[in-house]
């Protein structure tokens, strides 16, 4: 009797443990089916990404090619209805027979997103500065741009020039080209920037290591018209200037160096310049300062500088252009609401601040009409960069 009580039990467990491998066996094939389901639906997904990732590329190759095309039409519908033509470049006697190494229309092709900014260009060909003085210089290391006016009887210009110019070795020379612009609006001035240049520097004008470039009139928008105060109309008028002076520069060197005509160059500037950019700056740097002093001694990747024309041609009529060159890092790197304090700790990432300082501002005589200018440099010791940058 309890033998066969035994085996009932033994049957009974057996039975069990059938039903529960085969409910198991179930849920398991019921799973795998499910996860397969799955995998199909993320596969779908995948697909459907793919697809809106193609349309989307699609799209956007559409809406640029429409844009280049209404900007052709703009340029030849407006410039066709222009009473005059514009000639440029103007060559002075020792370019002739000089091709200037680029074709002309190829070289005012970056000028032309000007008209979208200042509307009043439309109605003008194809854009582009004087060349006065130039031999053309093109895969130079640095593009140094001084843009300079009249002060009246005071004049730092040439002091300027014999500073940068001096206290450059042959060999740098080589590897830089010195970009002086006039407005061509004060025909006396230029007339004796130009014979300056030609007499002081002529060595330089013969090896391409000066130019000398003018911004026609018509390149200004009619400020007298704004209601605007005259010294901001010359804080108008200065950022135009700059642009024009950044675009024409930057096909010709790596980097651009901003400068303004009453300024003293340390000793060995360049060498140390180039020796901090190449040897010791972060590979992230978007602007190095090399002097403290509103917009003298930026230094910029000369890839870099329509992105900076843009957002001058934007603002122009709102703020000097050293405030806006402040604000295009709040723009580029500020969150919604990130305090400025915190922003501003980010921007040394790549904004670098070199000390001590390569240039000192002395023009007391400001080129805005009506002002003097003591602003000089302070004396700092220590050069701010990234905390994995070694100091120089």
Known sequence: MRTKQVNLLIALAAFMLFGFSCFCISR????NSQLINCRNHVLEFKESLMRLKNSSEHNRKDLMKALSQLKRGVTQGEGSSRTTERN?????????????????????DRFEDMKFFLPHLRKFGRLYPNVIIGKGKKGASFALGIPTVSRGNHSYLTSTLNYVISRMTSEEAAEAVVIVAVPENNEDYLNSVVKMIKKKFSWHVQMGNI???????????????????QLKRSYMKQALEFCVLMLYAQPKAMYYLQLEDDIIAKRMFFKEMANYVHNTAPNNWFLIEFTDVGFIGKLFRSEDLPSFVHFFLMFYQVKPIDLLLEDIFVVKLCETKESYE???QRQHEIRIQYKPSLFQHVGIHSSFPGRNQFLKVRHENRTSVPHHVSET
């Open 28 to 31: 398991m094939t019921q799973t």
């Open 211 to 229: 130019e000398l470039i003018t911004i026609p009139t018509f390149f200004y928008p009619n400020l007298m018209v704004t209601g605007d105060t």
């Open 88 to 108: 440029y470049p103007s060559l002075s006697a020792e370019e002739e027979g000089d091709t200037l190494g680029e074709n002309v229309t190829t070289i005012a």
């Open 342 to 344: 915190d922003c501003k």
